[in-house]
């Protein structure tokens, strides 16, 4: 009987442990290095960096992306950037940039009182459409995850790229234990997807890190696949600050 009781005691004691890592909360300001993957194989081409740094009501994040080789000369190089305010509903972006290399910047500005968002080339815009609140943009939707993962279920929003407005199905999808640079990663996966097939992202989210994304798989239209895998992470005020430095000599 002793060793039942001591068997249920441990299992509950398992369970409230992941349930508590589950929906621990983020830490509010770090950094990620990504390796990153492109095609069925898998080959590595290059990495890739996240920052995000959250203050009070407001936040920052970024990602930069800098491919090797063929890959680069390609143009598979770029940055995103996501600006905006965090409130009771999670992330709530303002200002969504891709910056890549050798062409006109990109963005996607959001009204959240006229509930439209236009996106811009070279400061011209070139399409807008209806938002409503919880809608994403692509580099926010990392961490708004987080959220469906935690409740267990699944919601309709919009994701906003820098070319487009795609109305997108986003669901959490169970958990998953993966092997990374960093270790064996315990992950919840959650998956944004489009009926169209025009978006296709996993994201898997860290059990050990406050939910934090350590793998982004994007697959596009015509079947080609990116695959970024988390190989370092930072947290802290310290990696933070070199990120707002970092942005501060591009904006």
Known sequence: MRKIVAGLFLTCALLGSSSMAASAKAPPAGSIQFDVHYGSQGFKIGEARHDWRIAGT????????????????????????????????????????????????????????????????????RRSGSIQPGDQDLLSLWHQARRVADSGKAVKLTVVTNKSVKQATLEPKGAETLKLAIG???TLRVRAWAEQGELDIDIWLSRQHGLLPVRIRIEDEKGGVLDQRASRIELGETAAAAAAARNSTQN
């Not at 936040?59 to 930069?64: D, V």
């Not at 969504?96 to 070279?122: C, H, M, N, P, T």
């Open 58 to 125: 407001r936040y920052e994040m970024s990602l930069s992306l800098e491919a090797k080789g063929l890959a680069g000369l390609f143009g598979l190089q770029y940055e995103q950037r996501s600006v905006g305010s965090v409130d009771a509903g999670g992330m709530r972006p303002e200002r969504f940039v891709v910056d890549q290399r050798g062409r006109k910047l990109e963005s996607a500005e959001f009204d959240w009182q006229a509930a439209r968002v236009s996106i811009r080339r070279d400061g011209v815009e």
């Open 184 to 186: 064996e990663v315990d």
